[in-house]
């Protein structure tokens, strides 16, 4: 059968222009579903459309991959919501490493006749895709816990890192003023791999969401150069906006978190954390009980609950959605506060608590809720703790200074479910815990909801 | 050779400004999904990888764009899979027509 080019070029054209539709459609929960299936069918067009393609001479190979990556794609695809970030990274490392083979064998099937600008732009998709496949496959080990998940750091790290990538770039100008030198290329693979796995060892887990977020636009320009190599301007699309959602991911983040990337990939975060430790042990703390804590939520009339990621970590969030159903039918106000950097990946936060049924139109981000909280009764901050240190305001010298936080401290009154009194990721004490409005409620996340559950349903029958 | 390179940067550039506007417009509520939605659409690498085996050139690229196609159909089915799957549990408070 043959197809002409032009027919195969127009279902190209069809699937950018449903890639676009897709992401536009990802704006409001209620066409984003839409998104899902636009994506889909631009997808399948484009499959087809290049399964036609005269050039192809052996289905064979094919057909196997394309059957071998469904069955390993539909488990990836299956997982738990709480991990979904783990899944994200190693999804970046498949499609950097789909993205350096491809680059490999074009290097060794036509690298002695393609221009210079196209031996960089080559050059570039390998080491992008080689140092995203071992920092994603680095990063997703460090979310499931099977690598160390704080960071390790060492003198010189910093320039040992950037020397390794600079020799791998160096390697890459060299076999693009010398065409011939082929022997050169495997290094520009190798290094680059070793210089991911490196990248990695010093980020801590906290820092996370700007990774993944970094990672996923590096994918995303190692598939556009790859487009610039094989002259797929359908290719160069989609790498285009995977990049420019990853870079927009990782400015927020780290807008979220007030800091560079630079600082984040540069600098381990929690080494300043010593001083200033001895002073607030005579400082009090009121603390309550999940009985005293239900009576106080059911008098109130509007509730702002802020989650963190301990909430996750103590599966927590069905319990909270009963908290919710309970207050709810006593026609309390309640509503969640969302930061930014809550959970391990950008909106991690948002799919957890909606998998436990929690309605999105009471999910608000930083900005909507911080206007809320001057009027809200009652905060109650569940596995959250740097996000809503009021230091980051207040007090210059706090790492975090200039963070922004949500405001819980503005809240009549504060109430702050934690195992103890120990600081968080970044060892910086929270003068939240110590105000006159603030009652700490200690105990497990999940168990202690449960109690003021039970306490609220209690006071129902009677 | 030299025009096609001038229209692919074209391509690059316009295309990253419609993904600056576009996402930027995406509120976090959806950021997860985003990641995943774009992940499998970055997967349309396979087709690059298709052709590449299918040409059957030489035995190196055979192999390698074989693991690469296994690779991108993975982030493909699994990709859209989740996305459809978080992007089903999000439910407004407000009552919905049937």
Same mark, same amino acid.
């Given at each position: 059968?043959?197809?002409?080019?032009?027919?195969?070029?127009?279902?190209?054209?069809?699937?950018?222009?449903?890639?676009?539709?897709?992401?536009?459609?990802?704006?409001?929960?209620?066409?984003?579903?839409?998104?899902?299936?636009?994506?889909?069918?631009?997808?399948?067009?484009?499959?087809?459309?290049?399964? &036609?393609?005269?050039?192809?001479?052996?289905?064979?190979?094919?057909?196997?991959?394309?059957?071998?990556?469904?069955?390993?794609?539909?488990? &990836?695809?299956?997982?738990?919501?709480?991990?979904?970030?783990? /899944?994200?990274?190693?999804?970046?490392?498949?499609?950097?490493?789909?993205?350096?083979?491809?680059?490999?064998?074009?290097?060794?099937?036509?690298?002695?006749?393609?221009?210079?600008?196209?031996?960089?732009?080559?050059?570039?998709?390998?080491?992008?895709?080689?140092?995203?496949?071992?920092?994603?496959? @680095?990063?997703?080990?460090?979310?499931?816990?099977?690598?160390?998940?704080?960071?390790?750091?060492?003198?010189?790290?910093?320039?040992?890192?950037?020397?390794?990538?600079?020799?791998?770039?160096?390697? =890459?100008?060299?076999?693009?003023?010398?065409?011939?030198?082929?022997?050169?290329?495997?290094?520009?693979?190798?290094?680059?791999?070793?210089? %991911?796995? &490196?990248?990695?060892?010093?980020?801590?887990?906290?820092?996370?969401?700007?990774?993944?977020?970094?990672?996923?636009?590096?994918?995303?320009?190692?598939?556009?150069?790859?487009?610039?190599?094989?002259?797929?301007?359908?290719?160069?699309?989609?790498?285009?906006?995977?990049?420019?959602?990853?870079?927009?991911?990782?400015?927020?983040?780290?807008?979220?978190?007030?800091?560079?990337?630079?600082?984040?990939?540069?600098?381990?975060?929690?080494?300043?954390?010593?001083?200033?430790?001895?002073?607030?042990?005579?400082?009090?703390? /009121?603390?309550?009980?999940?009985?005293?804590?239900?009576?106080?939520?059911?008098?109130?009339?509007?509730?702002?609950?802020?989650?963190?990621?301990?909430? =996750?970590?103590?599966?927590?969030?069905?319990?909270?959605?009963?908290?919710?159903?309970?207050?709810?039918?006593?026609?309390?106000?309640?509503?969640?506060?969302?930061?930014?950097?809550?959970?391990?990946?950008?909106?991690?936060?948002?799919?957890?608590?909606?998998?436990?049924?929690?309605?999105?139109?009471?999910?608000?981000?930083?900005?909507?809720?911080?206007?809320?909280?001057?009027?809200?009764?009652?905060?109650?901050?569940?596995?959250?703790?740097?996000?809503?240190?009021?230091?980051?305001?207040?007090?210059?010298?706090?790492?975090?200074?200039?963070?922004?936080?949500?405001?819980?401290?503005?809240?009549?009154?504060? @109430?702050?479910?934690?195992?103890?009194?120990?600081?968080?990721?970044? %060892?910086?004490?929270?003068?939240?815990?110590?105000?006159?409005?603030?009652? @700490?409620?200690?105990?497990?996340?999940?168990?202690?909801?449960?109690?003021?559950?039970?306490?609220?349903? %209690?006071?129902?029958?009677? | 050779?030299?025009?096609?390179?001038?229209?692919?940067?074209?391509?690059?550039?316009? =295309?990253?400004?419609? %993904?600056?506007?576009?996402?930027?417009?995406?509120?976090?509520?959806?950021?997860?999904?985003?990641?995943?939605?774009?992940?499998?659409?970055?997967?349309?690498?396979?087709?690059?990888?298709?052709?590449?085996?299918?040409?059957?050139?030489?035995?190196?690229?055979?192999?390698?764009?074989?693991?690469?196609?296994?690779?991108?159909?993975?982030?493909?089915?699994?990709?859209?899979?989740?996305?459809? /799957?978080?992007?089903? @549990?999000?439910?407004?408070? /407000?009552?919905?027509?049937?």
């Amino acid at each position: 059968m043959h197809v002409p080019q032009y027919i195969i070029e127009l279902t190209y054209l069809a699937a950018t222009a449903l890639f676009i539709l897709s992401l536009k459609w990802m704006s409001a929960p209620t066409t984003a579903r839409h998104g899902v299936w636009a994506g889909e069918v631009g997808m399948v067009l484009a499959i087809a459309g290049t399964l &036609l393609n005269h050039g192809i001479v052996d289905y064979k190979w094919i057909a196997i991959a394309l059957v071998l990556g469904t069955i390993i794609g539909v488990p &990836l695809g299956m997982v738990q919501m709480t991990a979904v970030p783990q /899944r994200t990274a190693l999804s970046h490392a498949f499609g950097a490493l789909c993205v350096t083979l491809v680059g490999t064998s074009e290097f060794y099937l036509r690298g002695a006749e393609v221009s210079r600008f196209t031996m960089s732009v080559l050059c570039m998709e390998v080491i992008l895709g080689s140092l995203t496949f071992t920092g994603s496959l @680095m990063a997703a080990g460090k979310l499931q816990e099977v690598l160390p998940q704080r960071p390790i750091t060492f003198k010189g790290q910093n320039i040992l890192n950037l020397s390794v990538l600079a020799v791998a770039i160096g390697l =890459a100008a060299y076999v693009v003023t010398h065409p011939g030198h082929t022997h050169v290329f495997p290094f520009i693979v190798g290094i680059p791999l070793l210089f %991911g796995v &490196l990248m990695i060892i010093p980020i801590g887990g906290a820092d996370m969401p700007t990774v993944i977020s970094l990672l996923n636009s590096y994918a995303g320009l190692s598939a556009a150069a790859m487009g610039f190599v094989l002259d797929s301007k359908l290719l160069i699309v989609a790498g285009a906006l995977d990049g420019a959602s990853g870079f927009i991911l990782s400015l927020n983040m780290s807008k979220a978190m007030n800091r560079s990337f630079t600082n984040v990939l540069f600098g381990a975060f929690g080494q300043e954390q010593a001083t200033g430790t001895e002073a607030q042990e005579t400082r009090n703390v /009121r603390s309550a009980t999940a009985e005293e804590a239900a009576a106080i939520l059911s008098a109130a009339s509007k509730v702002v609950i802020v989650p963190g990621y301990g909430l =996750a970590v103590a599966q927590a969030q069905h319990k909270v959605r009963e908290l919710y159903d309970a207050l709810t039918k006593r026609g309390v106000d309640v509503k969640f506060g969302i930061h930014p950097v809550a959970g391990r990946m950008p909106g991690h936060m948002n799919v957890l608590l909606a998998e436990a049924d929690i309605p999105y139109d009471k999910l608000l981000d930083l900005d909507e809720i911080n206007g809320d909280l001057p009027q809200t009764d009652v905060a109650l901050v569940i596995g959250a703790n740097d996000v809503t240190n009021p230091a980051a305001r207040s007090d210059p010298s706090s790492p975090i200074y200039g963070m922004p936080i949500l405001d819980v401290d503005k809240a009549r009154t504060v @109430m702050v479910i934690k195992r103890g009194m120990s600081p968080g990721f970044a %060892g910086i004490d929270n003068p939240l815990y110590y105000l006159d409005q603030t009652l @700490m409620l200690f105990g497990d996340a999940k168990a202690f909801v449960g109690a003021i559950v039970r306490e609220l349903s %209690g006071a129902a029958q009677d | 050779m030299k025009l096609d390179l001038m229209t692919d940067l074209y391509v690059f550039m316009l =295309a990253a400004f419609i %993904g600056f506007e576009v996402i930027r417009r995406i509120s976090p509520l959806l950021h997860t999904p985003l990641m995943s939605l774009t992940n499998a659409l970055d997967a349309i690498a396979v087709v690059g990888a298709i052709l590449l085996v299918g040409a059957h050139k030489s035995t190196l690229s055979t192999v390698l764009g074989t693991i690469a196609i296994v690779a991108a159909t993975s982030n493909v089915v699994g990709g859209f899979l989740i996305t459809d /799957r978080m992007l089903k @549990m999000f439910k407004s408070s /407000r009552p919905q027509k049937p």
